[in-house]
């Protein structure tokens, strides 16, 4: 299905938006088998066991690891996967995602990611120079997969003002039991970014929160402060080969995985090049080189 002005109407109200049947069956297909391969060559001696905080007062990451990784396929592991430095699960279920360079370094996720139907998308959400960024598969292990707790995109890539926006691909049914998404219908516009997580200023491999002043979106525009948004939370249960539209400000999470089965999903994240990217975002490119252009 192509994202059409009804789809760009509950995104601009909710600020979240399903796509269905984004992705065909065979597109699918390809995609997980690719993911496969890469879970398959996962050898964690020749890896560092980097776990993957996603409890709310344990997201600071201090590992180089994590910092090189924006043009890499990364393993980042389960917290639950690993004790005392060793894997308590087979190596193939221990990985939480693989990140941060998968636009970039794997062919099929890059044309996906560069299609024009993604293009499309960002046009009717008004981008005029869209950049790529932070890209990763993400697993949710049987059992393991850790929840992650209500976060806006913005405060980990942002932009002045702020422009991110994440594409959220199912290649799995998400549903209530194996973690899917939930929101807060209309968050975006009544919840600016507040703070943000930043490289520290010790010049150290160490990230830290930081507080700002308060700060909406104008990419899409928001804060419409008469706005009144229900503190509620919906869940977005989705087929295999759905697209999950995530504005940057939005209120999301995700729950732990309890379940036998696991919930793959590939995602991206879009800001606006004519924007401001500052040297703090922790995601950097290297050498100084600019983000990817859609």
């Keep these: 299905m192509t994202f059409n002005s009804q789809h760009l109407d509950t995104f601009a109200r909710d600020g979240c938006a399903v796509v269905e049947n984004f992705l065909s069956i065979s597109e699918v297909h390809d995609l997980r088998e690719r993911i496969h391969e890469l879970l398959a060559e996962f050898e964690p001696t020749k890896h560092p066991t980097v776990t993957f905080p996603t409890s709310p007062n344990s997201q600071v990451i201090s590992d180089q690891y994590f910092f090189d990784s924006s043009i890499k396929a990364s393993y980042f592991l389960e917290q639950h996967a690993v004790h005392e430095g060793k894997l308590t699960v087979d190596p193939s279920k221990a990985v939480n995602k693989i990140g941060h360079g998968i636009h970039i370094v794997e062919p099929l996720f890059k044309e996906l990611t560069h299609s024009d139907r993604v293009k499309h998308i960002a046009r009717m959400l008004g981008f005029q120079d869209p950049r790529v960024l932070q890209s990763m598969v993400i697993c949710k292990q049987p059992g ?35 973690g899917c998404l939930h929101f807060v219908p209309g968050s975006h516009r009544t919840n600016p970014i507040t703070r943000r997580m930043v490289r ?16 909406f979106s104008l990419y899409p525009l928001t804060g ?41 999903i590939y995602t991206f994240h879009i800001v606006e090049g004519l924007h401001g990217y500052d040297q ?10 600019p983000l990817t252009t859609l």
């Design 224 to 264: 419409e402060q008469e706005y009144k948004a229900k503190q509620d939370t919906r869940s977005v249960q989705v087929k295999a080969g759905s697209l999950v539209l995530i504005h940057g400000q939005v209120l999301h999470m995700s729950s732990h995985n309890h379940s036998p089965k696991s919930r793959w």
């Design 200 to 215: 520290s200023s010790t010049g150290t491999a160490e990230t830290e929160f930081i507080d700002i002043e308060p700060v």
């Design 144 to 178: 393991i997969g850790g929840a992650v707790p209500m976060h806006q995109d913005s405060t980990f890539l942002f932009t002045d003002p702020p422009s991110a926006c994440g594409f959220w691909i199912a290649l799995e049914d998400c549903t209530l039991d194996n």
């Design 280 to 289: 703090r975002n922790w995601l950097q490119m290297p050498n100084n080189a």
